[in-house]
């Protein structure tokens, strides 16, 4: 069974830091990238960073610098770093991959991303 497992959420105070982990076992089907995307209440889920196989990472425009996506294939796992965390980071965060070939910048988009975890809660407090 394929399966993406999400870790590291919590409650943290404006300010602080956190490591996502994602980890993956049972992918029958080879993936082309990783992301991870959020979804705060009320909101549309936003893609935040994406990694390739190559190790080419992209961040949304209006998260850079305080968000670093990586991966550990040893260890078939993918981490989202997240600094100086504000109250507007309080949300689901969801790691996907996809599976299928795509040309150009790495999608942000959801609809691009065709396995998905179930999600790990962030909750910041100022």
């Known amino acids: 069974q394929e399966q993406l497992v999400e870790s590291g959420g919590g409650s943290v105070q404006s300010g602080g830091s956190l490591r996502l982990s994602c980890a993956t076992s049972?992918?029958?089907?080879?993936?082309?990238?990783m992301a991870w995307f959020r979804q705060a209440p009320g909101k549309e889920r936003e893609g935040v960073a994406a990694?390739?196989?190559?190790?080419?990472?992209r961040v949304a425009d209006s998260l850079k610098g305080r968000f670093t996506i990586s991966r550990d294939n040893a260890k078939n796992t993918l981490y989202l770093q997240i600094n100086i965390l504000k109250p507007e980071d309080t949300a689901m965060y969801y790691c996907?991959?996809?599976?299928?070939?795509?040309?150009?910048?790495?999608?942000?988009?959801?609809?691009?991303?065709?396995?998905w975890g179930q999600g790990t809660q962030v909750t910041v407090s100022s």
């Open positions: 996907a991959a996809r599976t299928g070939a795509f040309s150009g910048l790495i999608p942000l988009a959801a609809h691009y991303y065709d396995i």
């Open positions: 049972g992918l029958t089907r080879s993936t082309r990238a």
């Open positions: 990694v390739n196989n190559g190790g080419t990472t």
